[in-house]
């Protein structure tokens, strides 16, 4: 089945620094890899996903870049502010049209120090 | 729209005891899941439903049960708790037709087995 390594485990950057969140898969038929944000106290929430014929995708502060060939992607927050602090996930898996079993990774736990 | 509803927030069970943990989506999603969340152990998938009417295996399965009642509700059963499902459990759905695949997370449950 699909493996996901993520790194690091903890992150602590300066406020308006960026800050990058790195995965790898082992499925290379995994197409589909999405980046949840938890909260304390509360679910995951998806925060951006990425497609595997796409290399890059943006959404105003968060980017997500996905590299097939080494199998890993990574989620860079630019400018960093107090409220991205939480813990990030990714994941990956193989859509089919049914059920989707999303494989996560283990958590980053990113605080941004003022 | 309530998204996804889980009840009780909080349990504490005996070893041996047993509990039904309740999900609920209003969305109309085809997919729901369960996952437990451990320390350094990112979310691991118990069971899914795909659809309406079926039920499968994930990860780690052993020791739960569970029920899709309807398209609406997924229930978890623990038959027999053990101190080795202390966990927080969150249950997701998911809408499977069309492209879109974002994963709607409840806000968990926090079971401590004694």
């Known amino acids: 089945g699909e493996n996901v390594e993520q790194h690091p485990s903890t992150l602590s950057v300066q406020e308006g620094d960026s800050a990058v969140i790195k995965c790898t898969y082992s499925?290379?038929?995994?197409?589909?890899f999405p980046w949840y944000k938890q909260e304390l106290g509360k679910g995951p929430q998806l925060i951006i996903d990425?497609?595997?014929?796409?290399g890059e995708k943006k959404d105003q502060r968060i980017a997500v870049t996905l590299n097939k060939t080494a199998k890993h992607f990574s989620l860079h927050i630019t400018e960093t502010q107090p409220e991205d602090s939480a813990v990030y996930f990714c994941?990956?898996?193989?859509?089919?049209?049914?059920?989707?079993?999303?494989?996560f990774g283990t958590g980053t736990q990113l605080k941004v120090e003022l | 729209n309530a998204g996804v509803t889980q009840t009780p927030k909080f349990q504490v069970l005996k070893t041996g005891q047993s509990m039904t943990l309740q999900c609920a989506q209003d969305?109309?999603?085809?997919?729901m899941y369960w996952y437990r969340q451990d320390p350094g152990m990112g979310l691991r998938l118990i069971y899914y439903?795909?659809?309406?009417?079926?039920?499968d295996k994930g990860e780690v399965p052993n020791g739960y049960n569970v029920s899709r009642l309807n398209k609406r509700e997924f229930s978890l059963r623990l038959e027999s708790a053990a101190p080795s499902q202390t966990s927080v459990y969150f249950c997701?759905?998911?809408?499977?037709?069309?492209?879109?695949?974002?994963?709607?997370f409840g806000p968990g449950t926090r079971l401590t087995v004694l």
């Open positions: 997701a759905s998911r809408q499977t037709s069309g492209s879109y695949n974002e994963q709607f």
């Open positions: 499925d290379s038929a995994s197409n589909y």
């Open positions: 990425i497609r595997s014929n796409v």
């Open positions: 994941a990956a898996v193989r859509l089919t049209g049914g059920g989707n079993k999303l494989t």
């Open positions: 969305m109309n999603h085809n997919s």
């Open positions: 439903s795909a659809s309406e009417g079926t039920t």
